[in-house]
Nanobody, 121 residues
């Protein structure tokens, strides 16, 4: 079994920056994709950013140009650098990963526990 452990959330003023980290609890064979989602109160969970196993990235329109997703394969860790934060970025941020645990296996879907990001105006 794999756990995704998130860190880096907190309270920041508008215009500030935060960097979220999501580390897998054990080594894995390979990654199909890693991503960050967020859920604000009363709203549905939405995709923020995703990075494929090959390194391609995609972003929600609302964060493109302000957020950057990256991954360190040696550390089994994915990051979300968030700059120019806005109050509307306030949400619980969840890490997601589609992982191949072993050679020849199917991929499995994992979620982190969520980390709160609050942006004050």
């Amino acid at each position: 079994q794999v756990q995704l452990v998130e860190s880096g959330g907190g309270l920041v003023q508008a215009g500030g920056s935060l960097k979220l980290s999501c580390a897998a609890s054990r080594s894995i064979f390979s990654i199909k994709s890693s991503g960050w989602y967020r859920q604000a109160p009363g709203k549905q969970r939405e995709l923020v950013a995703v990075i494929t196993g090959g390194g391609s990235t995609n972003y929600a329109d609302s964060v493109r140009g302000r957020f950057t997703i990256s991954r360190d394969n040696a550390k089994n860790t994915v990051y979300l650098q968030m700059n120019s934060l806005k109050p509307e970025d306030t949400a619980v941020y969840y890490c997601n990963a589609l992982l191949y645990l072993n050679s020849g296996s199917a991929y499995y879907n994992y979620w982190g526990q969520g980390t709160q990001v609050t942006v004050s105006s």
